[in-house]
Every structure is written in structure tokens, then in C-alpha cells.
């Protein structure tokens, strides 16, 4: 088990950024180490490092301190324990200033690579891991807005939900974000992890990228999708009680989706498809990281080696078919590893 200290060497030796928590910088390098070309966000521009998750400055735009908690009565399957510890580097308003700092000292000793939005000068394209130009300066302002002014300047996007109701801002830049505002009695602390979980996501791809975490106005700014995938299936197949089937892109992407939550060590554990979404290039991501926990030898025990195939995609499929979005790959998806993990059991 490298420590943290061998695994922020390591990552500076690559040319990678070294902030965030440990769990951030495990993923970082273990992504950098298998896949450096396959990522969805990955064009033009060159550095060391091909590969663009320009993603978890999520969980390093955060780092709660956990102190305003008051339990959520909804998502409460969650069950992991540690919680952000991750208090290194902020961008809710509350600790900015010293994450500044921070950052800028260390910008001295490694010219390059910083953590919160407001501090990052390296700030090129949107394939860099860090946040671009644009978004920087557009969470100069989304990342201090007061719950009113999201409230009463945003429109909604999608439903409004039990947890909260995400909305559609426009940074000066002219970019559309999605802010996701909580309840105001959610915890801080759970707010944290659900962007840090995102964000571990967000570094293989398959989730929108974490802008800013606000702990004491209770948002998180992400990157904005298009529309779940049953507004989708629903404007493609618009006969009520017809099947919609998906195509088998969708469902490898889904199936792949998953497949990756269990490399990031994330299970999303909220198979509802409108979790599901499309971003403007059609591809699907995965949102909504309320109900997530740490794949932990536990977690294996109990599920196996691939705890999203079980859980998250298992869920999907059944969510699915009440829309009547038909995906037989998934379902063989998931029998074909339930077969073989009840089968193990049995040894
Ligand atoms: N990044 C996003 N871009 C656009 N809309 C989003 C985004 N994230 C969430 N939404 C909209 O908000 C809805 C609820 O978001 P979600 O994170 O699932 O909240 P909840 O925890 O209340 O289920 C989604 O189904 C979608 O319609
Ligand atoms: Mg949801």
C-alpha cells in the first residue's frame, strides 16, 4: 500500500496533479497507468498525459468540514463511513481562502497544477484535467451563489426532486452548468462525498465532471447533460406501451458504465434510469451519487468482484423495462455474473 506521500511523488513524476485525497490520487494513477487513450474527453491538445479526466477537481473543488450535520432522512442506505477528510483544498466559500494559499505554495515548488478553480493558472483546453479557462472563470461566480439567488435566477432541469432540484445556470462565459442544490438540512459532510464519489467517476468518463462543491450553500456545480435516457426513448418511441428498445451502443455503454464504477471503486447503488443521461454528443453518463459507497472488501464479499454489475446495472434493467426500454444485453449481463458468483459461493 503506497502511502500518500509515495503516490503524490509518483503522480508528480508523471506530470499529473497531485491534489485531492488519497482514494483521488489512487485513481488518478491507476488510470494513467491503464488507459491513457481511451477517454471520452481526449482530442488535440498534447501533454504527458494523453488521457483528459479533467474531472476530479470535483472532489478536490471540495473538502467540508462536515460540521453542519444533520442526517437525511431519504438516502440513508449509504453506508460507508469515512468522510471528507479531504479538507486539503475548497471551493465552497467557507475555506477558499486557505486553499488558496495552500495552492499557491505549492504552485511554487511545481509550476503547474492546483486544485480549486480559482487558483489554477493551467488552464488551456478543455482536455487538460484541470479546469479551462473559461469554467475557472465562470466559478469565480457559481461557486458563491446564495440558495436564493440559484433558486430564483435558474430554471430547472428535469424534476424536482426529494434530495433537491438541480437547475441550469449560465456562466459568464456563455457554457451552461447543472447545479445540484440540496435541501438546506442535508449534511455538509454528505454533500462532500457524494461530489467526491462523482468525481472518482468523472475521472474514468463516465459521469459529468464536478465544478464546484459549495458545502455551506449546499451545491455542487457539474458539468450540464441533455436529457435522461427515458425523456430520450421517449421522444424516439413516443407510442405509450411499445417497447423502446435500446441500441446495442447504449447498452455496451451502460454495461461499460458499470464496469467502470467497479474499476473507480464506486458503487453508484441507484440503478433509476433517470440517472442516466446523454450528453450532447449522445453518449450516456451516469449521475446522482447519493446513495454511493466505497467498494470495500466488504462490499466484495458481499457482491463480488464486479458490485456494480450486481447492484447498479441489475437495477437498471429492472428500472428500465417500467418504461418499457428494452436492453437484453444487460440482463445477460447480469445473469451470466450472477450465475458465476452464486456458483463461487458455493465452493
Ligand atoms: N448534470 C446534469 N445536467 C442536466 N440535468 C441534470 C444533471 N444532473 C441532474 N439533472 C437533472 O436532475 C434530475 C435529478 O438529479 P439527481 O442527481 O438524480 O437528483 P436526486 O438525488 O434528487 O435523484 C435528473 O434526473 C436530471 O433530470
Ligand atoms: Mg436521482
Redesign the pocket.
Known sequence: MPTVVQLRSQLEALGLPTTGKKSILEARLSKSNTSMVDLTNSNKKSRTRKTGPKSFHAAVAAGGDGSDVSPSP??KRRTGRKSSNSSASSSSSSNKKTSAKKASAKKKAASKKSSSPDDDEDSDSDNDDDINVHEKSDMKTLSKLTRQAIESKYD????K??????F?ARGKSGKE??I?LFKATKSSAKIQREADFQALAAVHGIS?RVMAVNTTQKYIV???????IV?FMKRKYPTQGEPRPLTNEQQDRIIEICEKLDEAKVVQN?G?P??L?LDTNGTL?V????FAKKIDKKVVKKRGSEPNINLTLWHFHRQLRHYKIMGPKLSERVDTYMRRFNASRKK
Open positions: 431519504r438516502k430547472i432541469s428535469g424534476k426532486g426529494k434530495e433537491g432540484t438541480t441550469v452548468y447543472a445540484k459529468p457539474m458539468e450540464k447533460l441533455e436529457e435522461t425523456d441507484d433509476n433517470l440517472n443521461m453518463m449521475i446522482d451519487f447519493g
